[in-house]
Structure formats: C-alpha cells, structure tokens
C-alpha cells in the first residue's frame, strides 16, 4: 500500500514560483516511478511530470519544459515539483500519482493506482 499527501499549493501571481511537495508513505520512492498530474475545472487530467525509480530520468509535458523541475529526497521520501515562471494556464488541482510495479512514468493517468488528494495552484494575472 502507497499513501501519497501533496502539499505547497496556493496563489501566486503570473511569473511567480511554487514548489509542490509530494511525501509518500508505504514504500520508498527510491523504489518507485512517479507522476504528477493537474486537472483544471471541466477539464481530463493531464500529465505534468514524472521521475522514474532510479531519480535520474525525467520526464515533462510540453506544455511545462524548461519551467519545472521534478526532483525527488529520499530521506525525506518525498518527490518535489519546482514550478517557475508560472502562467494563468497553469491553473489547476496538482495531484502526484504512482502505481504497482511501475518503475518508469507514463503519461496516461489510466495507469496509476495510487493518488494522492490534490493541492490547488491558481495563478492570477
């Protein structure tokens, strides 16, 4: 069993940083791929980011390249997001997600099993 909280969402102005926090329990990241996703009002899940088992490989939408980063403690079991240079656009309920057995991310939110409750991020222009 994976128990995920996220945290470190909130309001910021268009331009600004936030950085979300993912502390998981139940199994040690180091073993794990993890995904984070963002599902606007009205609008399907949509993948963000995710880091495989290893923490080396990374992976991003399009939509947020070269303005986050995904990194993981695993002394702390925690998977981060580091989100710069924020746009309205940006706007959603941020979720981390992982699965049993996976050890690279998948961009499809079909594939993952274990979420956790979501933080809001809202960006104002």
């Known amino acids: 069993q994976v128990q995920l909280v996220e945290s470190g969402g909130g309001l910021v102005q268009a331009g600004g940083s936030l950085r979300l926090s993912c502390a998981a329990s139940?199994?040690?990241?180091?073993?794990?791929?993890m995904g984070w996703f963002r599902q606007a009002p009205g609008k399907e899940r949509e993948f963000v980011a995710g880091?495989?088992?290893?923490?080396?490989?990374?992976y991003f939408a399009d939509s947020v390249k070269g303005r986050f980063t995904i990194s993981r403690d695993n002394a702390k079991n925690t998977v981060y997001l580091q989100m710069d240079s924020l746009k309205p656009e940006d706007t959603a309920v941020y979720h981390c997600a992982t699965r049993r057995g996976i050890t690279i991310p998948t961009s499809n939110p079909r594939n993952y099993d274990y979420w956790g409750q979501g933080t809001q991020v809202t960006v104002s222009s």
């Open positions: 880091i495989d088992w290893s923490g080396t490989n990374t």
């Open positions: 139940g199994r040690p990241v180091s073993e794990l791929a």
